[in-house]
C-alpha cells in the first residue's frame, strides 16, 4: 500500500510517500492502527520514534481518498494512505 505524507508529517517522517506490504502489518491486524505503529520502522526520519508518532497521534487520515476514522479499519495492498496533519493559518 502507498503512505503518503503531508506537511508535518512529511518533515517528521523524512519523506513524502513510502510503500508498505500488507504481510508486513498482518500479524497486528492489517489496520490503519497496526499500519500507524508499524511506520516508524519504514520511514527514513520515524527512527527516532516521538517526533512521527506525536504528529501522527493528531492526524487525520484517508484510505483511499475517503476519511478513516476507525483505527480498526482493515486495508488491502491497493490501497492509498493520507497522512494529513492538522493544519494551521488561513
Known amino acids: 500500500m502507498k503512505v503518503r505524507f503531508f506537511a508535518a508529517a512529511a518533515a517528521a517522517a523524512g519523506t513524502t510517500e513510502v510503500e508498505v506490504r500488507l504481510s508486513d502489518i498482518e500479524h497486528d491486524g492489517g489496520t490503519l492502527a497496526a499500519l500507524l505503529s508499524h511506520l ?4 527514513p526520519g520515524g527512527t527516532s520514534g516521538p517526533p ?3 504528529v501522527v497521534s493528531r492526524s ?3 484510505v483511499n481518498e475517503t476519511g478513516a476514522r476507525d483505527h480498526t479499519r482493515r486495508l488491502a495492498d491497493q490501497d492509498v494512505i493520507d497522512i494529513l496533519p492538522p493544519f494551521a493559518g488561513g
Not at 40 to 43: C, D, G, M, S
Open 60 to 62: 487525520s487520515f484517508l
Open 40 to 43: 516508524p520502522q519504514v520511514v
Open 52 to 54: 512521527l508518532q506525536r
